[in-house]
């Protein structure tokens, strides 16, 4: 008597190859879409570096061209020697953070933006004053490598307009200020 058996399943080598297969598959579509997901976080940190350092740029830009009364100070000097009643200061803390002084005759800063905005990023500045000429880089750093960096000279209209210079340590191109604390009245 023969018994006639249905082979309509998978054998055990069939099963573990075909399990093999699919955790390679896995396992490649897995590194695939996480390399995918690092680079949209690269690239919107560096889009946010960027919204950030023109931001900062344009901030400082604005209001030093149009300035009456430029103070360059560096960082750690003493600045009473340059600085009438007048003069409002905008500075970079050693944190990296922009701050501004309330009110002309404050000594009370706010931030500019919130520490939100920075996100793990730090800001650094370089200046040197030529004449009426300010050459301003500002570069925005993630974990101490620079991922934005903008580098341009502008005139310093009002004071081109007034015939004055800028007072306090102008830096040169070989020996640039970096984060100094700039006053200027507005």
Do not use: C, W
């Amino acid at each position: 008597m023969h018994i006639k058996l249905d082979k309509k399943g998978m054998t055990l080598v069939e099963v573990l190859v075909a399990s093999a297969l699919l955790v390679v598959l896995i396992a490649i579509a897995g590194g695939l879409i996480l390399s995918t997901m690092n680079n949209s976080t690269r690239y919107a940190r560096n889009d946010q570096a960027k919204q950030l350092g023109l931001a900062i740029y344009n901030y400082y830009e604005g209001r030093l061209q149009n300035g009456a009364e430029i103070v360059v100070v560096p960082d750690g000097d003493d600045a009473s020697a340059y600085i009438t009643d007048t003069a409002k200061p905008a500075a970079i803390r050693s944190n990296g953070s922009i701050v501004e002084a309330k009110a002309i005759d404050s000594t009370a800063f706010v931030d500019l933006y919130s520490e939100d905005t920075y996100n793990r990023m730090t800001v650094n500045t370089a200046v040197y004053v030529a004449g009426v000429i300010m050459h301003l880089q500002v570069d925005i750093l993630y974990e101490n490598e620079v991922i934005f960096s903008k580098k341009s000279a502008f005139r310093l209209a009002t004071m081109y307009r007034l015939g004055t210079s800028v007072k306090g340590d102008l830096g040169s191109e070989t020996a640039q200020l970096i984060n100094p604390t700039i006053y200027y009245l507005p």
